[in-house]
């Protein structure tokens, strides 16, 4: 069993910063892919960003790139995604995933809420 568990939500207001952090437990295999995605409300789930094992890989939603960034820290088995310059639009329940090779399922954590507004 893997879990995942978000933390770092909150109130910010608009052009503010927060740090979201994914701590993950469990049987993981050292290597896997982790992400984030969002989910705004009356909309579907979607993409943010993710980053490979070895953090020398990441990939961003086109709308997400320069104001957020993804890294992780393998000791801990936490991720992190740094948002900044945020906006009333990222307001939404944001949620860690992972992935591993020869595991067909995607591992999702609870979400944690961010609120953009004044």
């Known amino acids: 069993q893997v879990q995942l568990v978000e933390s770092g939500g909150g109130l910010v207001q608009p052009g503010g910063s927060l740090r979201l952090s994914c701590a993950a437990s469990g049987s993981i295999a050292a290597i896997n892919t982790m992400g984030w995605y969002r989910q705004a409300p009356g909309k579907e789930r979607e993409f943010v960003v993710a980053i490979s094992w070895s953090g020398g890989n990441t990939y961003y939603a086109d709308s997400m790139k320069g104001r957020f960034t993804i890294s992780r820290d393998n000791v801990k088995n936490t991720m992190y995604l740094q948002m900044s310059s945020l906006k009333p639009e990222d307001t939404a329940v944001y949620y860690c995933?992972?992935?591993?090779?020869?595991?067909?399922?995607?591992?999702w954590g609870q979400g944690t809420q961010v609120t953009v507004s004044s």
């Open positions: 995933s992972l992935v591993m090779p020869g595991v067909s399922r995607t591992y």
